[in-house]
């Protein structure tokens, strides 16, 4: 059996002021790295990402707050078509005034209010309420996305680390998570059960930060719920390993050792692959079906990115057990920033 984490801490730092820097299951209660302000505020980047796969759908959302920027996403990919690509909405806010954070991923709301969209995302301990109200736009096409989404929380996997500059960052991961679908596409209803992804960051980063990332869920032939997070370059120890690397089988995280992206020239449309540094234990390959791009400029924060969505092949070892992966829906992420 693999080694348990150790329960995640009540704070990000020890009472003489000493960050706890480590992986832990369970998230930090009081995520606060510490950030006085407005300049402070500035400096802190924050985000929570959420999506569900069903049999026939991906949706993604996000809210990201950066202090003198805020982004917020939502796109809709219809699975088996390739041909059409996915339908998009985003939008932009200067100083992040559209953008309102939640204290703990498990504590608060996190809102986006403008007049191009609405998101709210509500926490608590039991999961996310995510309400929808935005134009998704598809080669020239606009179709109104409606209605709620329902994602209930397992064990996440909590990493405290400490950047190169010595600032800190927190990340809080979860995959493989039940969730419902309540939507309104167009006139087409999206009321449909699948699994979730989350990913809910703070942190302090550095001003030029580049990251891979591969995310994942299926439902295994035996009926066990399969969710992953891999990343490389971001969150990494002192051998060139990505701290957060971890398996969910049916809720109870497993940890991973560190990973090698291959990416191809052509992101979305040729294959990745991802496989160990060391042991083994990840052994995948990705086929991009389509991307979801950002190219911004904004002289004080650039964001190069490209996340292609698409399936995984191959196998991974966990727990002593190989676990074959046949097709599983999900995204890589190709991301260079300077903020």
């Known amino acids: 059996m693999t080694a348990r984490l150790p329960p995640a801490p009540a704070t990000l730092f020890s009472p003489a002021g000493h960050l706890l820097d480590g992986v832990y299951a369970g998230g930090v209660a009081d995520p606060d790295i510490g950030v006085r302000g407005a300049l402070g505020c500035l400096r802190q980047k924050e985000w929570h990402y959420l999506s569900v796969c ?148 703070r942190s302090l980063a550095q001003r030029e930060t580049r990251w891979k990332w591969a995310s994942m869920v299926a439902q295994l032939p035996d009926g066990r719920r399969l969710g992953l997070n891999l990343s490389a370059e971001v969150y990494d120890d002192a051998r060139g390993h990505g701290r957060e690397n971890v398996v969910w089988l049916d809720g109870a995280l497993q940890p991973l050792g560190g990973v090698r992206f291959t990416v191809p020239a052509a992101a979305d449309q040729h294959t990745w692959r991802i496989d160990s540094l060391d042991d083994g234990a990840v052994a995948l390959r990705f086929e991009p079906a389509g991307a979801r791009r950002q190219d911004l400029d904004l002289l004080v924060v650039a964001s190069q990115f490209v996340q292609p969505f698409g399936r995984f092949f191959g196998q991974l070892a966990v727990g002593g057990e190989v676990i074959a992966v046949d097709g599983a829906f999900g995204v890589v992420e190709d991301h260079r920033a300077r903020w």
């Open 54 to 201: 069903t049999t026939t759908h991906f949706v993604a959302v996000a809210v990201v707050q950066l202090g003198y920027l805020a982004n917020a996403f939502v796109y809709a990919v219809e699975l088996g078509d390739r041909t059409s690509g996915p339908w998009q909405w985003e939008a932009l806010s200067p100083l992040g005034r559209a953008a309102l954070f939640a204290s703990a991923a498990d504590r608060g709301v996190t809102d986006w209010q403008s007049r191009h969209g609405r998101i709210v995302i509500a926490g608590d301990r039991s999961g996310w309420q995510v309400d929808l109200d935005v134009a998704l736009r598809n080669r020239g096409e606009s179709r109104p996305l409606r209605g709620r989404i329902s994602v209930a929380r397992a064990e996440p996997l909590a990493l405290v680390h400490r950047l190169p500059t010595g600032k800190p960052a927190y990340t809080e991961k979860e995959a493989g998570l039940r969730a419902d679908l309540d939507l309104r596409l167009g006139d087409q209803t999206l009321r449909e059960s699948g699994l979730a992804t989350s990913d809910w960051t």
